[in-house]
């Protein structure tokens, strides 16, 4: 962040992490985030009114649609917007608002997922080279266990989360299971979360349920160009229908 540490006022007692703190860099959500802030806190945007639609607020800003989605995520849980579902962004009343959280939301949801694709779509060619019987009924169990849970209505995302860590297991390389986990472990974090619960449902889940089984195939038939594909694409659908669906 430029100026950041010319602007730290440095003094003997300050604790290490909130010095950490003072020179974390602020992540693109968080700077569009403190920008509309401003802007509701300036009146420009009134208590009680309705946002510019989402196209014309980006546009106004000079950011991207995702961006600018995952900022007003972040005001919503902080407290100072709300988000109707089929309606728009409304500012709440001052006494609904809170200052800015202090708690780490977690990283881009966006960036998550191209760097899901990324690390995801060259793994599982070491896994298709390195499958095995045993590895495969591991990868296949956690399909099985999706689909209870969708037929349940139950959370699906455990099941979601072995199904990627078994794959990366069976690449055969610690350092790159542990990285997925990391990686998909991030949509617990607060800002994920809530983009999670807002977006998800039995249809998506239906739908990745359905690349999953093609992921599978493709391991089984020990093809790793048809699997990274399959994965590259699952990880590209899955953003279009949690991070970056077209707006209402």
């Known amino acids: 962040m430029t100026g950041a540490i010319g602007q730290t006022k440095f ?19 968080q700077q569009i985030a403190d920008r509309v802030r401003v802007l509701i806190q300036s009146g ?32 919503e849980i902080e407290g100072s917007v709300e988000i109707r579902m089929g309606s728009g962004v409304y500012v709440c009343a001052r006494a609904l608002r809170r200052p800015a959280l202090s708690i780490p939301m977690g990283e881009s949801p966006a960036e998550l997922m191209q760097a899901r694709g990324v690390v995801e779509g060259s793994v599982i060619v070491l896994a298709c080279v390195n499958a095995t019987p045993e590895g495969l009924a591991r990868v296949r169990e956690s399909i099985e266990g999706m689909r209870a849970d969708i037929a349940a209505g139950r959370d699906v995302l455990a099941h979601d989360r072995e199904f990627h860590v078994r794959i990366a297991e069976m690449a055969g390389n610690s350092v790159l299971t542990a990285l997925i986990s990391t ?11 809530h983009m999670r619960n807002r977006l998800e449902s039995q249809p998506t889940w239906s739908a990745a ?40």
């Open 11 to 29: 003094h003997m007692n300050m604790p290490m992490n909130d010095l950490d703190k003072s020179l974390e860099p602020r992540r693109l959500y």
């Open 44 to 75: 420009d945007f009134r208590e009680g009114s309705r946002l510019p639609p989402e196209r014309d607020l980006a546009q106004q800003l000079g950011v991207s649609r995702p961006s600018l989605r995952e900022a007003l995520i972040a005001l």
């Open 183 to 193: 990686l998909f472990d991030e949509r617990q974090r607060p800002l994920a979360s």
């Open 209 to 248: 349920l359905a690349e999953h089984e093609q992921i599978y195939r493709c391991l089984a038939n020990r093809d790793p160009l048809m699997a990274e594909s399959a994965m590259r694409t699952h990880i590209r659908s899955a953003a279009e229908r949690w991070v970056i669906p077209d707006a209402a």
